[in-house]
Antibody
């Protein structure tokens, strides 16, 4: 069974960099699919952030592109997100998910931006 | 960027009733539309993809229809566990992937 699990700090200070990792089990990232990050501010809707293919092809949400880096480590079956210069507006539940029609999702990790 | 607009924002119905949720795209997206269900404290769950194909394990009471710019999610007879927030999502010529703002289905 495919499972995704997010990990990373739950609290980040303003202007610093948010870093999250998604560990995939039950499926090899190298076997296919895009792998991505989606966030959801408290009480609000879903926003796609970025996606990456195992070969390294990357797509970013243009509204975040200047601050976002996504990367993949196929040896660890993980992919990661870095979001720089965070503000309170980046406070959200961050989900990792498989595919451009996300069919498997992690449980999500709440990241709060606060000093 | 393709904008998805869902209606209504909130739908109040009783168990056993039929629910009809709408999603309109700002331009044609062919059949590149998916529907998700999200319950409090949970990640979204894929219900429908390619406008009308049920995802694995999704009950037959959920159905999707539409193409181009207008899409519908129908729940034929509401079960208590169906009360949740529903999102549509498009991937036509992505990036970007975009989501609708959601429809809250609440118990009347």
């Amino acid at each position: 069974q495919v499972q995704l699990q997010e990990s990373g700090p739950g609290l980040v200070k303003p202007s610093e960099t948010l870093s999250l990792t998604c560990t995939v089990s039950g499926y090899s990232i190298s076997s296919g699919y895009y792998w991505g990050w989606i966030r959801q501010p408290p009480g609000k809707g879903l926003e796609w952030i970025a996606s990456i293919y195992h070969s390294g092809n990357i797509y970013y949400n243009l509204s975040l592109k200047s601050r976002v880096t996504i990367s993949v480590d196929t040896s660890q079956n993980q992919f990661s997100l870095r979001l720089s210069s965070v503000t309170a507006a980046d406070t959200a539940m961050y989900y990792c998910a498989r595919g451009d029609i996300p069919d498997y999702w992690g449980q999500g990790t709440l990241v709060t931006v606060s000093s | 960027e393709i904008v998805l607009t869902q209606s209504p924002d909130t739908l109040s119905l009783s168990p056993g009733e039929r629910a009809t949720l709408s999603c309109r795209a700002s331009q044609s997206i062919s059949s590149s539309l998916a529907w998700y269900q999200q319950k409090p404290g949970q990640a979204p769950r894929l219900l429908i993809y390619d406008a009308s194909t049920r995802a694995t394990g999704i009950p037959a009471r959920f159905s999707g229809s539409g193409s181009g710019t207008d899409f519908t999610l129908t729940i034929s007879s509401l079960e208590p566990e169906d009360f949740a927030i529903y999102y549509c999502q498009q991937r036509h010529n992505w990036p970007p992937i975009t989501f609708g703002q959601g429809t809250r289905l609440e118990i009347k």
